[in-house]
Every structure is written in structure tokens, then in C-alpha cells.
């Protein structure tokens, strides 16, 4: 059964770059039948979705971050990254990595999240 | 852009009664390959989401058959047949009518009165 492991600093200072790592086991990222992605949640809000990689390195980012955002992938560690630009307080929120199936198009394994705080 | 509508917000239940959340979209999710692909979400407190239903109506693996998903269109709903405790939670729904681009909804409170 596939897991999904975020890391990555839990307090960046405003105008800095957010880093944040996902480590998947038990399966393999270079998969052609999944994408995997990025999910955020401020805290006491709802999901919104930040964007994919596939393991080629084909990104698909959502719009309104797309300026800020750059996503990567390191198949031989079995690895994918986000890295999250010019943050500020409005970026606050568990951030989730996640497996998307193609076939279905839903988000079928989810990370346990990490907390990610923006604060001088 | 799809904005997915949840009602109700909250949804007080007594343990062993029927639940049921609406999810309604501002526009048709029958994607151009003739599927839809709405699915749903429940989030336990202080856990991560985890799928329960998939293409409106599919339970995934080892979700309870009191879960069960139906609709069409832009009118989606998840009924859960008779609440269990372990049901409190936020129950969001999801669509990728235009993927590689999704959208979730608001989601709504289940809670035991």
C-alpha cells in the first residue's frame, strides 16, 4: 500500500521560499497511471488544490499560484517537490501530498500533512 | 471556473439516522470523454481527507456501504445510510471536469446531536 511522507520546515518568514518535500513509499512515482500532486488547507478552511507533476516532469500548476510555484521530481528517490515563492501569512495552511489516478480522477492517497506557518 | 456549492454547512444527525449532503455545480460536470468525474471526501478531525466515493457514485476501497453516491449533471449527493460515530467529520466533494485542474467544495460539518 502506497504512503506518502511531507517534510520540510514548519515556520518560513514572510517573502521567503516555502520548501516542502514528498517522499512516497511502497509503490513506485514513476507510475505512468498517477499524477502526483499538491494539496493545501488553511487552517480551519477547506482543500485547495495547488497543482500536479507527473514523473516525466510535466507540471500543471493552478493559476492563481502559478507565478510562485515550481514543482519537481527526482524519480531515482522516489520524491516530488514543491517549492512555493514570495510567500506571505495567506500561504499558511497544511499542505498535503497526494496521489491522483488517472483513470478516475480523484485523490486516491493523501499524506498526513505538514503545517506550514508563515511568520517573521 | 467551477465553483462547487455544499449544503447543508452543518449537519447535526442522531447516531443510527440517515445523513445527507448536497454538492451542486455552476455547470454541467460531464467531462468531453462522456464520464464525470465528481467524487468524495471525508476528513476526520486531525486527519487528512480520504476518498470515499469516486465518478459520482463508485465506493472506494474498504469505505462502508452505508456511503453511497448518486446524481448527474450539476446536482451530486453523498448519503450516508444510518451515521456511525466514527462518521463526524467534514465531508468534501471533488471534480476534474476540467483536469488536469480540480476543484473541491466548501464542505460540510457532520456531527452527532
Known amino acids: 500500500q502506497v504512503q506518502l511522507q511531507e517534510s520540510g520546515p514548519g515556520l518560513v518568514k514572510p517573502s521567503q521560499t516555502l520548501s516542502l518535500t514528498c517522499t512516497v513509499s511502497?509503490?513506485?512515482?514513476?507510475?505512468?497511471?498517477?499524477?502526483w500532486s499538491w494539496i493545501r488547507q488553511p487552517p480551519g478552511k477547506g482543500l485547495e488544490w495547488i497543482g500536479y507533476?507527473?514523473?516525466?516532469?510535466?507540471?500543471y500548476y493552478n493559476p492563481s499560484l502559478k507565478s510562485r510555484l515550481t514543482m519537481s521530481v527526482d524519480t531515482s528517490k522516489n520524491q516530488f517537490s514543491l517549492k512555493l515563492s514570495s510567500v506571505t501569512a495567506a500561504d499558511t495552511a497544511v499542505y498535503y501530498c497526494a496521489r491522483t489516478v488517472n483513470e478516475f480522477l480523484t485523490v486516491n492517497s493523501w499524506g498526513q500533512g505538514t503545517l506550514v506557518t508563515v511568520s517573521s | 471556473d467551477i465553483v462547487m456549492t455544499q449544503t447543508p454547512l452543518s449537519s447535526p444527525v442522531t447516531l443510527g439516522q440517515p445523513a445527507s449532503i448536497s454538492c451542486t455545480s455552476s455547470q454541467s460536470l460531464v467531462h468531453s470523454d462522456g464520464n464525470t468525474y465528481l467524487s468524495w471526501l471525508q476528513q476526520r478531525p486531525g486527519q487528512p481527507p480520504r476518498l470515499l466515493i469516486y465518478k459520482i457514485s463508485n465506493r472506494f476501497s474498504g469505505v462502508p456501504d452505508r456511503f453511497s453516491g448518486s446524481g448527474a449533471g450539476t446536482d451530486f449527493t453523498l448519503k450516508i445510510s444510518r451515521v456511525e460515530a466514527e462518521d463526524v467529520g467534514i465531508y468534501y466533494c471533488m471534480e476534474a471536469t476540467q483536469f488536469p485542474r480540480i476543484t473541491f467544495g466548501g464542505g460540510t460539518k457532520v456531527e452527532i446531536k
Open positions: 507533476i507527473y514523473y516525466s516532469g510535466s507540471t
Open positions: 511502497g509503490g513506485s512515482i514513476s507510475s505512468g497511471i498517477y499524477y
